[in-house]
């Protein structure tokens, strides 16, 4: 069995931010020569997740809105976790898109429904975050 490993770093201008990330696992599968397995990709941290959807932008306005309902960044005082920090929605947010997502290689391909799309979530940004991409087949 082949494995190959990548780390993906970023530094979004604003607090959250959805990315997609679908060529960077792209080009990571093509460099892994790696015909059938699985890729694996996940945050590294617990403020940001990894997800898959359609790349819509009223969708993602949606999922801004929906976010902010279930676990409002302010005030900042409603939350047990913000006594040194103030990110505690951004950990609530991350629980609620998960941490990561694994992907069918088929023929050194992504092995996707029609409009799947890999997504980098970032909820607590501004700071340099990374992403693993593990790849593991033959
Ligand atoms: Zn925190």
Redo the contacts with the bound molecule.
Sequence with gaps: MKHYRKVLTFNTNQRRNFINITRDVEEAVRESEIQNGLVLCNAMH??ASVFINDDESGLHRDFEIWLEKLAPEKPYNQYY??TY????D??LKRTIFGREVVVAITDNKLDFGPWEQIFYGEF?GKRPKRVLIKIIGE
Excluded: K, Q, S
């Excluded at 920090?85 to 505690?88: I, K, L, R, S, T």
């Design positions: 617990i403020t976790h913000n920090e103030d990110n505690a951004a950990h607590d």
